[in-house]
């Protein structure tokens, strides 16, 4: 193992992270409300780079990111991407759908009656957001709720995946962890 970056900006705990291998970037999210995201090809596209010589080999230190993202009021805890998306949710209820390119805002969503949202799957065209047993399905080329259901008796969704009509789910009811595959054909 090499250290090849150390990034720093966040003013607060990091929640999550991603690799975009597509872009080659590192996007992170924080309690510090903000999403940030590193360019690691072209590092002086960045903040303030200097080198770190206390391993075996050099480690780029990169203090400041190439964008910030704002605009939720708390913490930022998930983080999904697609080609064509970057979307992120934060426990004041709202997820932020930018454009995975441009990184402008394309769609925004109010779960404000909900306390966090726990669980996210996104791909070009599908964001599934999940929490306290209540499942959202939007079209992302429309930004539009097409479908909630609320999966009866179950008191938290922890993670969820979708593809071809089909969503796996892995909830909690009556303190029993479950994987519960739905079909929404």
Same mark, same amino acid.
């Given at each position: 193992?090499?250290?090849?970056?150390?990034?720093?900006?966040?003013?607060?705990?990091?929640?999550?992270?991603?690799?975009?291998?597509?872009?080659?970037?590192?996007?992170?999210?924080?309690?510090?409300?903000? +999403?940030?995201? $590193?360019?690691?090809?072209?590092?002086?596209?960045?903040?303030?780079?200097?080198?770190?010589?206390?391993?075996? /080999?050099?480690?780029?230190?990169?203090?400041?990111?190439?964008?910030?993202?704002?605009?939720?009021?708390?913490?930022?805890?998930?983080?999904?991407?697609?080609?064509?998306?970057?979307?992120?949710?934060?426990?004041?209820?709202?997820?932020?759908? $930018?454009?995975?390119?441009?990184?402008?805002?394309?769609?925004?969503?109010?779960?404000?009656?909900?306390?966090? +949202?726990?669980?996210?799957?996104?791909? @070009?065209?599908?964001?599934?957001?999940?929490?306290?047993?209540?499942?959202?399905?939007?079209?992302?080329?429309?930004?539009?709720?097409?479908?909630? @259901?609320?999966? /009866?008796?179950?008191?938290?969704? $922890?993670?969820?995946?979708?593809?071809?009509?089909?969503?796996?789910?892995?909830?909690?009811?009556?303190?029993?962890?479950?994987?519960?595959?739905? @079909?929404? /054909?």
């Amino acid at each position: 193992m090499k250290c090849l970056y150390i990034l720093s900006g966040h003013t607060d705990r990091i929640y999550s992270t991603i690799y975009d291998h597509e872009r080659k970037r590192c996007i992170s999210a924080s309690m510090d409300t903000t +999403i940030r995201i $590193w360019d690691l090809e072209n590092i002086r596209n960045n903040g303030e780079c200097s080198y770190a010589t206390n391993s075996a /080999s050099p480690c780029a230190k990169i203090l400041g990111a190439m964008y910030t993202l704002r605009g939720h009021r708390a913490l930022v805890g998930l983080l999904g991407l697609s080609d064509k998306f970057l979307v992120s949710a934060s426990v004041d209820g709202s997820i932020r759908c $930018w454009d995975a390119n441009t990184y402008f805002l394309k769609h925004f969503f109010d779960h404000t009656q909900l306390n966090t +949202i726990t669980a996210l799957h996104v791909s @070009d065209e599908v964001l599934v957001s999940g929490s306290e047993g209540l499942l959202n399905i939007y079209d992302l080329n429309s930004g539009l709720l097409v479908r909630s @259901d609320t999966l /009866s008796g179950a008191d938290n969704v $922890w993670n969820v995946s979708f593809k071809d009509n089909t969503l796996v789910a892995a909830v909690e009811r009556d303190k029993r962890n479950l994987l519960e595959i739905l @079909d929404f /054909s």
